[in-house]
């Protein structure tokens, strides 16, 4: 199968599969997703959705979230991990949003990515899925699928997510990437992994990665 026809498999399966992408983190504003994107980050979406709905019940917004000690954040967002550094990054990036930006969450790469504890993944999440401009936010399990697919030989994310802007056209980027998360966890996860039930990578996956599976089957 040349690589354009993988693509192609790729996108017709993933749209029949999810023809309906919903956000997995629960907000109402980009705000709220900014904040809950910048909590997930090693920790799991379901965790981050029980635990933000007490954080937003006391700040929802900037303004009311600087009212809140650095401590008093962390002490909410403790279970979902990294409790230090997302605490002090919530704090200081709400400050920074009143300071330089009216309150509201900035709709470009360069401002999103000059706020402490916002990196270039979380910044993607939030262009996509807040002001829906195509951005293709590469986490694990992107990362793991483009390589058992053969669509990236990327050591990084930096490298995996060159290679499918490269491949996939822009205007499937935004529900692709949440196409594919949902895939991975459903179909071809890290831990578990059952290659009979993983129609993509079965069909068109990289020939070392299934050989090493079926090795390990014995």
Known sequence: M????KVQFVLDTLEDLYPETPIPLDHKDPYTLLI?????????????????????????NPYDMIKLSVDEIREII?????????????HGLSQILIDKHDGKVPANFKDLEALPAVGHKTASVVMSQAFNIPAFAVDTH?????????????KNVEQTEKDAKRLFPEHTWNKLHLQIIYYGR???????????????TKTIGRKTVIEEYLKKKK
Do not use: C
């Not at 040349?2 to 026809?5: F, I, P, V």
């Not at 992107?142 to 990327?154: E, F, K, P, Q, V």
């Open 186 to 200: 459903e179909y071809s996860p890290a831990r578990g992994w059952d290659l009979d039930k993983d129609i993509i």
């Open 36 to 60: 809950a994107v910048l909590m997930s980050a090693q920790s799991t979406d379901a965790r981050v959705n029980t635990i933000t709905p007490l954080l937003f019940a006391k700040a929802d």
């Open 142 to 154: 992107i990362h793991r699928l483009m390589y058992r697919w053969g669509l990236t030989n990327g």
């Open 2 to 5: 040349l690589k354009q026809e």
């Open 78 to 90: 403790k279970p979902v991990g990294l409790s230090p550094m997302k605490s002090k990054g919530i």
